[in-house]
Every structure is written in structure tokens, then in C-alpha cells.
């Protein structure tokens, strides 16, 4: 099928959809003269959700919306102490997965049916068997580094699975509500899915592949000219579908196709479908942006502007990034001065000397707020000329910075700091491999060949020495963060190789964070640490930060408890508690890193997410802290190319240094930009794991069956789930699908859960085969692609007979 613009093209995003919009109402019900009756309540007027709000009658939230059961949703009560549980369509009112509502607890008599319907229903979820369509045809949840223990947005179902738990041991720790009120459209309106012909109608029925989406009826104008007359034709075809209007009397919302994506399953329209529906600005750059760059290429610095910086370009500087970045933002120099201590510097391009707050491609740099990395391309926050050539920070080109330096000593105590505008010439561009290279090999001497091109002012040995130096730093570091109460959750992260001609995956691996990667992390902590701390100091008021709230005390109390039912123990006190339980409770085999990954996964769940404030809006400074990371303040600063917050940031430091020009914004306005990055971040993160899905189900289902150990990392009484080892990728087996499998039984010896499987035997000579598991047991799986497109499964392999 030939790929083509519908006649009728939409932008889709919040700020356009046409609903029963909040603040007007809409009809009353009708009488009974054969006329519908509304299926949604009217909302609520403003006026009476400010009221209820500040009577306590509201609570306001935002929803998610149970990916495997999409009649269930719930969002977190203010205190973390509940969750307030929204059951059904109706009790919805057309809010989408990740819109900011207003609800109203259902009268105590509702209140107690819906929460033994909601016991019920969040456990018989578990037992759902295979063939359930759950969204995303079968993307499974990419893991992730998690640097600052951030909770992965689409872990939906898995505290679904928690708050069961914690709902049939409790009975009261849901609050049954409905939706009165919308304050905040986060979701795009925007769907991928398939069309369906409807004989005898004017419109086609668009099913989104996220059942979490409404159905749509669409008109049949939007949809391909042979349709009507061949609708087979597109049974495989995704289209983009946004939703305009979603009538008080239907289950079915209202809309326009945009654009047929081509056939499912395919790489660049599934890619195109995921980035719509995240409402990822992939458009080009207007003209009016790109003017706000320099026209006259190659650009030179002007010497004005180089009379007011530090000038570095004689300094040992270099980067140290993934092999195939181009947008190099940050780059770091040590050199050992004669009384034994150190200098270190951390240079960070200095993007706001290009984007000038209020100009046009300022504007647009707001709005896409983040860079999104997919795994075949890289959609950027800014036009590539500026991200890979004037501010990136490539070697042996003059480029302009804002740098930290210290004064530290070998044991890594800060005995002094700078701040200021710098200019810089990095000697080399590192990758991760060659720093590792250098780290394993202090004594060695590098060849011009085994590293790319230096300059010659800096001979290898001393970018190898100042590496080394930075290593060592690094390590003592590390250690004091950890002794300090820090905590740091790793998750596996898949790599893809993919093939230069076609652009498919032909390998991929587990990517293994190393030293390099450890040495770069740290200086870069340090620095977003150090800025924090300036621009919070120098404005209590318009300072941008990070914070990380604690975990949700009612979570991590379920979570004790699992842990306590598995004989695990781990102290949950505190992040620094946590992070030594996990390196504890895991053992010292050739199995301790996956175990300790099982342990990780369980551990992530309870996490909320680290968000972007304005100071002058929160105010109470024991809200500031970060928790993962145990300090009281934190910022981003390091990453300006990809990240408007740190541009931001950047501003703020400039303005306090006196280098840079009068800042014009409010505190309300920061925490406006505050919020808005933190919902682009979110949407990128999500793209980014929806990508490694993709990828990973056509590699899948273009190189498996792929057969794999894997360990176990939850059970229910008739599935359980599992960690394939070599990929890194969770899978849930149903018992009542393995084939070869005679029966299962599970039970509990004290609170640990057990399984056995009884499986049949192969012949009449021999006898059936006894399997017992539980949490951490080695079993072996196949990974097979199924009939629909993106789809696979974890087969368990039959264990080999007992030997005698």
C-alpha cells in the first residue's frame, strides 16, 4: 500500500482538541422520546473545582490508566497514602493516560463494591492468558540506566500488580472516584492504529493500537480512495488518527486521519506512529529560527568576545563520548599542579551565546524542550548546524564554553571552584572504548594509531596521564557519594548493531557501563552539583532545579513486604540503606549481577520521578532534596544542546556571574518552562524505550528463535515472570500455554512463592519431569516472534531429564 497524506491533515496536540471541554457544560440528557441519554457526566465549572479543591472535597492527579486492563485507572492521593482508583469508561470522562484531572470520591456506599470490584479485577489481571491484546502489539518495556532512579513512566501494570497486593491485604488503600474535571490535556490526542469499513455508514472505525486510546469513528473522506471498495487492502496499514471531539453520549470519540504510515510492523512507520503519538515535533526548523544563527560559514569567533572569556585553548582538553555522538556538549581537563592537588575543569558548550532568550529559535527550543534519541536517528531540540558544528565541541575547532574548574586534592576533597565564560580547543574526541582502553592500560604506550587524532601541542601520553588522573578522581568520588547515603539504580540497557544498507538490526547486546562511563558520570554530578548550589545562592527565587522525592511510602511498604514474603532482606530506610542492601542481599557467583538486576527491577517501582522546579515556587527547602542522589540541591547544567532546562540554568548562572545579559523571566515562568520540560522528558524517555522495542521485535523476528537463560523475577499463581539474560528484556510466561507441560501447582512456604511443574513425559519409557521454581530460579527460554507484528514470546524450554 502506497503511503499518503489524507485530504484532510491535522496538527494534533492538546491545545486542539475539541471535546466537551472543561468549564463549559454540555447538554443535559434528553428525555426519553427516543433521544440518547448523555453516557458522561457534565464537568464540573471551574469555580466549583477551585471551591472543592480547597475544601478538600477534590483531589487533583494525574491519571494513568492500566495498559493490560484499560477499564482500570488510578491516580496517586496527595499524601501517597491511598490511591484513588477510577473503575470504567464513564468514571474517566474521556480524560486520556497522563491528563491532569480533578476527581471526586464516589458516596462510601459505591465506595465498597467498587473496592472489592477492584481487588477482583487487579488480581484476575494477572491471570489474564495470552492473546490479550495489550498496547503497543507486544512492545515490551525497554529497560533503562537509571541515573537518578527515576520511575519508569510505563510500569503501569506492574504497580497495578503491587497495589492488588496491597488491596487484598488492606482492603481500603483505594479510593473509588470519578472524573469531574480536566485541568491539563498532557495526552496528544493523537493515536497510531488500523482502520475498519462499516457498511452503510459515512465514517470508518479506527481502533488505536494502545487500547488505552478510545476507538474513533472517522470520516470515510479521510480514508484511502479505494476503501470502500477494497478495505482488505489496508487491514496491515497504520494510519495517525486525532481525536477532535468525543460526544457526552458515545464510547466512541470523534476524528480526522492525518497520514497513512505504511504496513505495521515495519520500522519507519511504526517509528513515525510512536513519535505522533508523543506529539514529537519532527518538522523542520523554520526559516525565521535558522536566521537567528550565524550565515556568514565557517564561523570565527569574534575577538570581543573572545577578550571577555577565559581563554583555555592552550589547556589538555578533551571529550568522551558514545562513538557515534555528534553533538558534543561537554568536555573535561585535569592537570596535576606542583603542590600535588588537582585542576579539574568541566566544560560545557555554551549554547546560550547562540539562542538569545525570546528570539525566534529560542521559541522553538522551548517547545521541544529535549532532545529524542531513537536508536536509528536523533530528532534534535536544535537545528543540527548548531548542535554539530558551532556548539559542539569537536576537536581542534576554537569553541565557546561556560566551564566549572577545581581545585581538588588526590583524595577528591574540593579545595576551591570557578565559574565563568571560557573559550576552549579540545585536543581529542574519545570515545568510551578508547578511555576504557586507557584506564586498563596505565603503563602502556598508545600508538597514533590505537586513538583518533590528536593535536599536536598535546602528545597522547598526556591526554592518557590526564585521563588516568581523572579516573582516579573519580573512584574517590564515587566512594564518598556512596559512603554520603546515595543510591543508584542500574537497569540493562540493549545496544543494537544495525545493518548499513537496510537499516534492520542484525546483533545486539546488553550495554555494559564501565569505568569510562563512571569517570564522565561523576564530573559531570559534580558540576550540575556545584552550579545548583551558585545559582540557588545567588537566587533563592529564579533558580531551576532537580529534586527527587522520596519513594511513596505506601509502595515501598508493599514492596517490604514482598521482600519479606521472597526471604529477602533488604533495609528500605533510606536511599543509602537501599543502595547497600542491593549490593548485599545479591551473593558473589556468576549469577550475582542478574540477581541483583531482579532485585533493581523491584526496587525501581515504588521510585517518583525526578522533576524540574523553580525555587521561588516551592519555597520549603526540605522538598528541594534529591533523594537518589542524597543531596540538597541539584540541577542539570551539562547538557545545554539537548535539554532547555540546562539552557536555562546556563541563563541563570550567566546573569549571577554578571557575564551575561538581564534575565527577564518570573519565577511563575520558570516553573511554567519547569513543567513543561518535565512532561517532554518524560515523552522522551517513553519514545526512546518504545524505539529499543522495535528494534528489538524486528530483531527478534528477523534473526530468532533466540534462545537465552533467564531468571525469575515475579510469580503469580499462574504465570510468572522472568529476566532473559542476554537481552536484558522481561517476559511473562502462562503456565497454561507451555506447551509439553502436564500441570502446575503454586503455593507459598511461609510467604515465599513457589511453583511446581509437572511436565509430561516425551515416551511411554520414561516418567513425567518435576520442575520446581521460584523467585531467582535459572530456566532456560526461547524468544519467538508471534503472528502479529512486533509480537514475541518467551517459550520455556522443557528442563533435561533428572540424571540417575
Known amino acids: 500500500v502506497t503511503s499518503r497524506l489524507i485530504q484532510a491533515q491535522l496538527v494534533v496536540s492538546a491545545s486542539t482538541v475539541k471535546m466537551s471541554s472543561p468549564g463549559s457544560s454540555s447538554k443535559k440528557s434528553r428525555g426519553p422520546r427516543g433521544m440518547r441519554r448523555h453516557l458522561f457526566e457534565d464537568y464540573m465549572s471551574l469555580r466549583e473545582v477551585s471551591a472543592g479543591l480547597k475544601r478538600g472535597e477534590l483531589v487533583q492527579g ?51 463494591v467498587l473496592a472489592s470490584c477492584c481487588v477482583e479485577n487487579a488480581v484476575e489481571s494477572e491471570k489474564s492468558p495470552p492473546g490479550h491484546s495489550s498496547p503497543g502489539q507486544g512492545r515490551h518495556s525497554s529497560p533503562d540506566i537509571i541515573v537518578e532512579a527515576q520511575y519508569s513512566g510505563d510500569e503501569e501494570e506492574v504497580l497495578i500488580k503491587m497495589e492488588a497486593v496491597s488491596l487484598q491485604d488492606k482492603g481500603t488503600n483505594v479510593i473509588p472516584s470519578k472524573v469531574v474535571y480536566i485541568t491539563e490535556l498532557k495526552h496528544s490526542r493523537a493515536a497510531s492504529g488500523f482502520i475498519k469499513f462499516l457498511p452503510d455508514k459515512t465514517f470508518a472505525l479506527f481502533s488505536p493500537v494502545d487500547h488505552r486510546v478510545p476507538r474513533v469513528n472517522v470520516p470515510l473522506t479521510d480514508c484511502p480512495a479505494d476503501f470502500n471498495t477494497r478495505p482488505g487492502d489496508y487491514t496491515n496499514t497504520l494510519f495517525i488518527c486525532g481525536i477532535t471531539h468525543w460526544p457526552a453520549d458515545s464510547t466512541f470519540a470523534e476524528g480526522r486521519l492525518a497520514k497513512s504510515l505504511g504496513q505495521a510492523g515495519e520500522i519507519d512507520p511504526e517509528t513515525e506512529g510512536i513519535l505522533a503519538e508523543y506529539d514529537v515535533d519532527c518538522s ?47 568536555a573535561l581537563s585535569c592537570k596535576q599542579l606542583p603542590d600535588g592537588n588537582f585542576e579539574v575543569g568541566v566544560h560545557i558548550a555554551d549554547v546560550s551565546y547562540f539562542v538569545e532568550e525570546g528570539s525566534a529559535l529560542d521559541l522553538v527550543a522551548s517547545r521541544r524542550a529535549t532532545s529524542v534519541y531513537l536508536v536509528q536517528k536523533v530528532v534534535p531540540m536544535l537545528p543540527r548546524l548548531l548542535c554539530e558544528e558551532l556548539c559542539s565541541l569537536n576537536p581542534q575547532a576554537d569553541r565557546l564554553t561556560f566551564s566549572v574548574i577545581w581545585t581538588l586534592s588526590p583524595e577528591g576533597k574540593i579545595l576551591s571552584e570557578w565559574f565563568g565564560r571560557s573559550v576552549i580547543c579540545s585536543c581529542v574526541k574519545l570515545s568510551y572504548d578508547h578511555a576504557q582502553s586507557l584506564i586498563d592500560a596505565p603503563d602502556k604506550g598508545f600508538s597514533t594509531e590505537e586513538l583518533p587524532p590528536c593535536a599536536p601541542a598535546h602528545p597522547i601520553r598526556h591526554i592518557h596521564q590526564a585521563v588516568l588522573h581523572l579516573h582516579a578522581l573519580a573512584k574517590h568520588l564515587r566512594a564518598q557519594r556512596f559512603e554520603g547515603g546515595a543510591l543508584r539504580l ?202 529499543a522495542d522495535l528494534f528489538f521485535s524486528v530483531f527478534v523476528r528477523e534473526c530468532g528463535p533466540l534462545d537465552s537463560e533467564a531468571m525469575v523475577m515475579g510469580m503469580l499463581d499462574k504465570a510468572f515472570d522472568v529476566l532473559v539474560l542476554s537481552y536484558g528484556v522481561q517476559k511473562r510466561i502462562y503456565c497454561n500455554a507451555i506447551e509439553g507441560l502436564q500441570s502446575f501447582q503454586f503455593r507459598k512456604v511461609g510467604k515465599r512463592p513457589e511453583m511446581t511443574l509437572i511436565w509430561a513425559a516425551e515416551d511411554q519409557e520414561q516418567k513425567p519431569v518435576r520442575q520446581e521454581i521460584s523467585l531467582f530460579s535459572l530456566l532456560h527460554v526461547q524468544l519467538k516472534a508471534d503472528g502479529a507484528p512486533l509480537k514475541y514470546s518467551a517459550v520455556l524450554k522443557r528442563p533435561p531429564p533428572p540424571q540417575h
Open 62 to 112: 494525574a491519571l494513568r490508566i492500566n495498559p493490560r486492563r484499560y477499564h482500570e485507572a488510578f491516580i496517586s492521593s496527595p499524601d501517597g497514602s491511598a490511591d484513588i482508583f477510577l473503575d470504567g469508561l464513564v468514571a474517566r470522562n474521556r480524560a486520556l493516560n497522563g491528563d491532569v484531572v480533578v476527581v471526586q470520591p464516589l458516596p462510601p456506599e459505591r465506595q465498597k
Open 284 to 330: 523542520e526548523f523554520p526559516a525565521e529560527s535558522l536566521a537567528c544563527l550565524p550565515q556568514n560559514l565557517p564561523w570565527t569567533i569574534p575577538a570581543e568576545e573572545l577578550a571577555k572569556r577565559r581563554d583555555l585553548r592552550q589547556e589538555c582538553i578533551f571529550t568522551i563520548d558514545p562513538a557515534t555522538a555528534r553533538d558534543l556538549d561537554d
Open 490 to 691: 542500574d537497569q540493562m540497557k540493549l545496544a543494537f548493531c544495525l545493518n548499513a544498507d537496510t537499516g534492520l538490526p542484525q546483533g545486539c547486546y546488553v550495554y555494559q557501563y564501565r569505568d569510562s562511563n563512571k569517570l564522565v558520570e561523576e564530573f559531570m554530578l559534580l558540576a550540575n552539583m556545584a552550579v545548583a548550589q551558585h545559582v540557588y545562592r545567588w537566587s533563592p527565587r529564579l533558580a531551576l532545579l532537580r529534586r527527587h522525592p522520596p519513594p511513596q511510602g505506601r509502595m515501598m511498604d508493599v514492596l517490604q513486604e514482598l521482600c519479606q514474603q521472597m526471604g529477602l532482606h533488604m533495609d528500605l530506610s533510606s536511599s543509602g540503606a537501599l543502595h547497600k542492601s542491593l549490593n548485599e542481599t545479591v551473593g558473589k557467583d556468576q549469577y550475582s549481577a542478574a540477581r541483583k538486576e531482579v532485585l533493581t527491577h523491584l526496587c525501581s517501582r515504588p521510585m517518583q520521578m525526578a522533576v524540574y522546579f523553580c525555587a521561588g515556587i516551592l519555597q520549603d527547602e526540605k522538598l528541594f532534596r534529591h533523594y537518589a542522589l542524597n543531596v540538597p540541591l541539584y540541577t542539570h547544567f551539562t547538557s545545554p544542546i539537548r535539554r532547555y532546562a540546562d539552557l536555562i540554568v546556563h541563563r541563570l548562572l550567566a546573569a549571577s556571574l554578571k557575564c551575561g545579559p538581564r534575565l527577564c523571566l518570573t519565577d511563575e515562568e520558570v516553573q511554567k518552562q519547569a513543567s513543561h520540560c518535565n512532561d517532554k522528558k518524560t515523552a522522551s524517555k517513553r519514545v526512546q524505550e518504545l524505539s
